[in-house]
């Protein structure tokens, strides 16, 4: 499975940004999908996750309300729009798939990673 993800930019604090996470190599609807973030000098961290299917979804509360979390298994490709973003959302957004059955928001349940994309928002 090899997955991309692209969409980040340089956008101003209460402004938005859609990231896609484009998948190859494998039927996308067979895995389950998450996205992580990292900030500089911090560890990475699980932002939201959503099923096989699409029908269960999970967001993290630091950002719940602001960003949703989808899929168009169709078109083999997640998405993670995020709106009312704040400096503090500055990082790099990292896509990945997992195998497990389970929802999980573990990176290390995840085995399938994208590149990263970086997001900067400014005050």
């Known amino acids: 499975v090899q997955l991309q993800a692209y969409g980040g930019g340089l956008v101003q604090a209460g402004g938005y940004l859609r990231l896609s996470c484009a998948a190859s190599?494998?039927?996308?609807?067979?895995?389950?999908m998450g996205w992580f973030r990292q900030a500089p000098g911090n560890e990475r961290e699980f932002v939201a996750r959503i099923s096989r299917t699409g029908m269960y979804t999970y967001i993290v509360d630091s950002v719940k309300g602001r960003f949703t979390i989808s899929r168009d298994n169709a078109r083999s490709t997640g998405y993670l729009q995020m709106n009312s973003l704040k400096p503090e959302d500055t990082a790099i957004y990292y896509c990945a798939g997992t195998d497990k059955m389970t929802m999980t928001s573990s990176p290390g349940d995840y085995s399938y990673w994208g590149q990263g994309t970086l997001v900067t928002v400014s005050s």
């Open positions: 190599g494998r039927a996308f609807g067979t895995f389950a």
